[in-house]
């Protein structure tokens, strides 16, 4: 018995290689859209411009007023150290007027070509110094613009005068450091040209000195 055994032919079986189909989305955008999103950039950036000026103006404006107040306080500082100041000298005035009409006195100052400058100044030469630092830094920062003009005149003149009162020790020395103030005949020369240098350089300037002080600080309490 014959088996008739048919092979059935099968379609051949093809393997395709399949890739994952990305879709792409294209967002279309308008004019309007693209107008939307400069103009927001642009607010942004200006946005950041001006916070950061207000900042910066706000930092200034503390830093001005903290300079302001150290001016204020370096002026009464010196109004105060002046006061002290002016009647000492006043003191040491009295007792070269006294040295001048006592004879046994005034040999004291200068005995033997030593100078005994206690016996007129017990303190020294002066006896307080006058600051201008927070001066200088106002200057430095350009905080006097903010100042009206008359102020600003005020204060310059208040450092000005300071200046010049500082010179007192330094005139006095040129007189006491000259061999001619150790010759006994000249005791009567050097005592006046002393009591001249401290009316010139600090005693006479010193009352319209502490006026302009308190003229200064009262100006400075409004800032």
Same mark, same amino acid.
């Given at each position: 018995?014959?088996?008739?055994?048919?092979?059935?032919? *099968?379609?051949?079986?093809?393997?395709?290689?399949?890739k994952?189909?990305?879709?792409?989305?294209?967002?279309?955008?308008?004019a309007k859209?693209?107008?939307?999103?400069?103009? @927001?950039?642009?607010? /942004?950036?200006?946005? %950041?411009?001006?916070?950061?000026?207000?900042?910066?103006?706000?930092?200034?404006?503390?830093?001005a007023?903290?300079?302001?107040?150290?001016? !204020?306080?370096? @002026?009464?500082?010196?109004?105060?150290?002046?006061?002290?100041?002016?009647?000492?000298?006043?003191?040491v005035l *009295? !007792?070269?007027? #006294?040295?001048?009409?006592?004879?046994?006195? %005034?040999?004291?100052?200068?005995? #033997?070509?030593?100078?005994?400058?206690?016996?007129?100044a017990?303190? +020294?030469? #002066?006896? !307080?110094?006058?600051?201008d630092?927070a001066?200088?830094?106002?200057?430095?920062?350009?905080?006097? /613009?903010?100042?009206? &003009?008359?102020?600003?005149?005020? @204060?310059?003149?208040?450092?000005? &005068?300071?200046?010049?009162s500082?010179?007192?020790?330094?005139?006095?020395? *040129?007189?006491?450091?000259?061999?001619?103030?150790?010759?006994?005949?000249?005791?009567?020369?050097t005592?006046?040209?002393?009591?001249?240098?401290?009316? +010139?350089? %600090?005693?006479?300037? %010193?009352?319209?000195?502490?006026?302009?002080?308190?003229?200064?600080?009262? *100006?400075?309490?409004?800032?």
């Amino acid at each position: 018995m014959e088996e008739n055994i048919q092979t059935e032919d *099968k379609a051949p079986v093809q393997i395709r290689n399949t890739k994952e189909i990305l879709t792409e989305v294209v967002t279309v955008r308008n004019a309007k859209e693209y107008l939307g999103e400069s103009l @927001l950039i642009i607010f /942004s950036v200006v946005l %950041a411009l001006l916070l950061t000026e207000l900042f910066n103006k706000i930092h200034e404006n503390s830093r001005a007023s903290e300079i302001l107040q150290q001016l !204020r306080e370096e @002026l009464v500082n010196n109004k105060n150290a002046e006061q002290i100041q002016y009647h000492y000298c006043q003191g040491v005035l *009295k !007792r070269i007027d #006294s040295a001048l009409t006592h004879p046994a006195f %005034a040999r004291q100052f200068i005995d #033997s070509g030593v100078i005994n400058l206690k016996a007129i100044a017990p303190y +020294g030469v #002066s006896t !307080r110094d006058l600051s201008d630092v927070a001066w200088q830094v106002a200057k430095q920062n350009n905080i006097i /613009s903010r100042l009206d &003009q008359n102020t600003y005149t005020l @204060l310059a003149d208040i450092y000005e &005068q300071q200046r010049r009162s500082t010179k007192l020790e330094e005139e006095v020395a *040129k007189i006491l450091l000259s061999w001619e103030s150790r010759n006994p005949e000249n005791l009567r020369t050097t005592l006046i040209l002393t009591g001249d240098n401290y009316h +010139g350089w %600090a005693v006479d300037r %010193a009352p319209a000195l502490l006026v302009k002080y308190q003229q200064a600080i009262d *100006k400075l309490s409004h800032f």
